[in-house]
């Protein structure tokens, strides 16, 4: 009998949670490519990047991660979790309103909710920055930047799956960005991706 490959070794019910977020329907302006998963949070991980692209601009940015511990992991509360960063530049004005680090958490809950991504025990943190340039930096000017950082787990059933918080990750990366949600009855456009 010969060495068993990692494959072998790897859950089926991860490989087929890779497989959900592999085919998720995504936001047409988002551009995603696999990328090397973390290996010391969990037993298991894949990762996902993704960026807004609206013409030539590229609008924001993020990663989508999914983490798993057959064994449980008593701070996630069950076997997988979801992790994500998503950054964009804002108006400088905008940084300096005092409720926009909640409004970008909304934007997260909102994605969540809007995909009928069961979740619980979600957590994470809001950051805004913003940034003047001085002396020979200041023809620079004022630049500001978001970015939300957060993880939950997810709960999966028959209507709540990996897709559908794959799917609310790109729906956050598209908040970030500035872009409206999609209307009700507006069908998502698969789009051909990077990810093998």
């Known amino acids: 009998m010969g060495a068993r490959s990692e494959i072998d070794r790897t859950p089926a019910l991860f490989t087929a949670a890779v497989d959900e977020v592999r085919h998720a329907t995504l936001r ?12 010391r949070i969990a037993p298991h991980s894949y990762a996902i990047s993704g960026d807004v692209v609206v013409g030539d601009d590229e609008l924001a940015t993020g990663r989508f991660i999914l983490l798993h511990d057959p064994a449980g992991n008593d701070a996630w509360g069950g076997t997988f979790r ?91 990366l598209c908040a970030i960005a500035g872009l409206p949600p999609l209307a009700p009855g507006v069908i998502r456009l698969q789009r051909k991706r990077g990810v093998r």
């Not at 047409?28 to 290996?39: G, H, I, K, L, N």
């Not at 969540?112 to 002396?135: D, I, K, N, P, Y």
């Open 28 to 39: 047409p302006e988002v551009v995603v490519d696999e990328m090397p998963a973390p290996q």
């Open 82 to 172: 979801c992790v994500t960063f998503a950054r964009a530049e804002v108006e400088a004005d905008m940084a300096a309103d005092p409720m926009l680090a909640s409004v970008g958490w909304s934007w997260l809950t909102d994605a969540l909710a809007s995909q009928g991504s069961r979740h619980a025990a979600a957590s994470g943190s809001v950051t805004v920055v913003r940034s003047e340039g001085f002396g020979e930096m200041d023809a620079d000017g004022s630049s500001a930047q978001i970015e939300v950082r957060a993880s939950w787990t997810p709960v999966v059933d028959d209507s709540s799956t990996m897709a559908t918080h794959a799917s609310a990750w790109t729906d956050l």
